[in-house]
T-cell receptor, first 117, second 117 residues
């Protein structure tokens, strides 16, 4: 069974600080996808990034960057120069392909990020 | 298209009552999912539809829960004889058919929060 661990339950930073959210996963599959979703106070899960297991290149999108390391089964997320609007719960998720055609998405328990002004 | 819509956003009910939630997915998405999220946890999979066919049900979906997607468009999730343990956020998500762009990315609605007194 696959598993996603987000050991940091809550992080508080001051605006403009950099912050890294950790994600460690377990799977027996050789082909899988990793995701990060953001859940602001409004409740809607917002897709941030998808990375497949064959692509270990790091990715940067504006102030966001992701570090995928297959050797340590980690997919960490860094926010540079954090802003108050980044305050939310962030979920890491792992996807494996099921026979029914469904991508089974297993979520971690989330990391609540609070950015203080 | 405005994304995945869920109704109602909030429902307060007394134990033993029945409740029904509705989800309208993105119109061109043929795959629809229901998840449940309790406080401080990540979403957990409940059930999956491909078009009108319900292809998977989680063991979390007890016999008091029933989901339908009669015409392959909107879906309903009904909970009969609600219990206090059913209090949670019920999230709906949809994704396009396999082989299309973004097929592995779930787009979530804002959720329906259920409180059972």
């Amino acid at each position: 069974a696959q598993k996603v661990t987000q050991a940091q339950t809550e992080i508080s930073v001051v605006e403009k600080e950099d912050v890294t959210l950790d994600c460690v996963y377990e799977t027996r599959d050789t082909t899988y996808y990793l995701f990060w979703y953001k859940q602001p106070p409004s409740g809607e899960l917002v897709f941030l990034i998808r990375r497949n297991s064959f692509d270990e290149q790091n990715e940067i999108s504006g102030r966001y960057s992701w570090n995928f390391q297959k050797s340590t089964s980690s997919f960490n997320f860094t926010i540079t120069a954090s802003q108050v609007v980044d305050s939310a719960v962030y979920f890491c998720a792992l996807s494996e392909f099921m026979d029914t055609g469904r991508r089974a998405l297993t979520f971690g328990s989330g990391t609540r990020l609070q950015v203080q002004p | 298209d405005t994304g995945v819509s869920q109704d109602p956003r909030h429902k307060i009910t007394k134990r033993g009552q029945n409740v029904t939630f509705r989800c309208d997915p993105i119109s061109e998405h043929n795959r629809l999912y229901w998840y449940r999220q309790t406080l401080g946890q990540g979403p957990e999979f409940l059930t999956y539809f491909q078009n009108e066919a319900q292809l998977e049900k989680s063991r979390l979906l007890s016999d008091r829960f029933s989901a339908e997607r009669p015409k392959g468009s909107f879906s309903t999730l009904e909970i009969q004889r609600t219990e206090q343990g059913d209090s949670a956020m019920y999230l709906c998500a949809s994704s396009p058919r396999q082989g299309t762009a973004g097929a592995n990315v779930l787009t979530f609605g804002a959720g329906s929060r259920l409180t059972v007194l």
